[in-house]
């Protein structure tokens, strides 16, 4: 595995034409979108996506999802560009908004896990932009971590997860959102959001009731780290019998009991800081192997749900207490 460093916000094209060329060739090229590292390789490529679920040890029936230019025909890629998914692309394009539409023909089943729909985003980190337009074609990639565990914001947390599994990782620095993008699926003009992330769908006939990350393939361990991870309502403090534990919480979190630890992922009031360091913080403490994790909930809205979201399914749904 090569680590090619580049400027995130001004990547020299000349240094990332090296890894243009590797995904070009048919190979897996990890590189930072505004939300956490993707995995890459080519989406119409079928052999290339496979090569994909190979390193992740991710079951062939989980799709991933889809990157664009915004300016790119997205017949290409969608079976009918609707005026709503127009709509929805001239507002949040380039940004982390992935839609679920019809896919067109020429999306290999492999990408979709055999559904009819396929999930697209145009990502807006400087390096995601230049990587496409050297490439000049659609690219697969999923979060650039071993399947169900905590989504990458560095490229050493890439290096640590595939290492050789993969070819290239593309080092622009950390994430600048921290958190995977929201997920909308239009049908028919209606609009369901599948995964809550930093950008809000909002207006009549959106469907935001579906519990955290509905989109297929989740599973309950999604986001988990290795060590036993409970959940802490916002607020709620550690009950006394539980002898030692990391509680991943925030700067006016109850101090935890003796024995235990509080690593703080900052105030509650600024829920960008949060996200940011949310991944991190989980892999820091989770390689340490505590006896038990426990997560509190931010209890926002907005970003505070999409955070939330990761904390409930880091836990599994369980309460500490
Ligand atoms: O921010 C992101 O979205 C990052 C960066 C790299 O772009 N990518 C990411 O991909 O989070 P991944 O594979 O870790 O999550 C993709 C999610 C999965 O939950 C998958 O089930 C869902 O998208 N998905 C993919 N295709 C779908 C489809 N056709 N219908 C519904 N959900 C779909
Ligand atoms: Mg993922």
Redesign the pocket.
């Known amino acids: 595995m090569r680590v090619i460093t580049v400027d995130p916000l001004e990547p020299d094209p000349a240094v990332l034409a090296e890894a243009a060329a590797v995904l070009t060739a048919g190979g897996l090229v990890a590189f930072p979108?505004e939300?956490?590292?993707?995995l890459g390789a080519l989406a119409l490529d079928a052999r290339a996506v496979g090569r994909i679920f190979e390193a992740k040890g991710r079951p062939g029936d989980?799709?991933?999802?889809v990157?664009v230019r915004p300016e790119w025909d997205l017949a290409a890629v969608f079976a009918n560009v609707t005026p709503g998914m127009r709509q929805l692309a001239r507002r949040h394009w380039p940004g982390?908004l992935?839609i679920?539409a019809p896919?067109s023909e020429s999306v290999p089943d492999i990408v979709?896990?055999g559904?009819q729909?396929?999930?697209v985003?145009a990502?807006s980190h400087p390096v995601a932009v230049l990587l496409l337009d050297l490439v000049g074609q659609p690219l697969a990639?999923?979060?650039?971590n071993r399947f169900s565990y905590v989504?990458p914001t560095t490229a050493a947390h890439v290096a640590v997860d595939l290492g050789d599994l993969v070819d290239v990782i593309v080092d622009g620095g950390p994430t600048p959102i921290g958190i995977?993008?929201t997920?909308v699926?239009v049908d028919d003009g209606a609009l369901t959001i599948?995964?809550r992330?930093s950008v809000e769908v909002l207006g009549a006939g959106v469907d935001d009731s579906a519990p955290a990350?509905s989109?297929?393939?989740?599973l309950e361990t999604h986001y988990s780290p290795a060590a036993p991870t409970r959940m802490l309502l916002p607020g709620e403090p550690v009950a006394g019998d539980i002898p030692t534990g990391v509680v991943i919480g925030f700067d006016d979190s109850p101090p935890p009991p003796d024995g235990w630890r509080l690593v703080s992922l900052g105030s509650r009031g600024d829920l960008d800081g949060v996200a940011r360091r949310l991944y991190a913080v989980l892999r820091d403490v989770d390689t340490a192997g505590p006896a038990l994790i426990a997560v509190e909930l931010t209890g926002r809205p907005g970003l505070g749900a999409a955070i939330d979201d990761r904390l409930r399914r880091a836990a599994g749904g369980q309460r500490l207490n």
Do not use: N, W
């Open positions: 979108t939300t956490v590292y993707g989980d799709p991933v999802i990157h982390p992935t679920v896919k979709t896990s559904r729909t396929v999930a985003r990502p990639a999923p979060s650039a989504s995977e993008s997920i699926s599948l995964r992330g990350d989109a297929p393939g989740r």
